[in-house]
């Protein structure tokens, strides 16, 4: 649950995304993670944007 703390878990998640990306792990949310975040984060965005809608049920 977030607490706006960055602590132990928010540094594993970020080592986590850092190794995922091929960045240096080191847990840091530094300059090229922050980079690497926000292209990951343009891409979902682009990807929800061209999927196709699922049927609505009546």
């Not at 132990?8 to 970020?14: D, F, G, H, N, Q």
């Not at 840091?28 to 699922?54: V, W």
Request: aromatic share 4%; no cysteine; proline share 5%.
């Amino acid at each position: 649950m977030p607490d706006g703390i960055f602590g132990s878990e928010t540094a594993r998640v970020v080592s986590d995304f850092q190794r995922m990306s091929g960045l240096a792990a080191d847990g840091e949310a530094g300059t090229e993670t922050l980079t690497q975040l926000d292209r990951s984060i343009a891409a979902l965005s682009e990807a929800a944007a061209q999927a196709e809608p699922l049927p609505v049920r009546k």
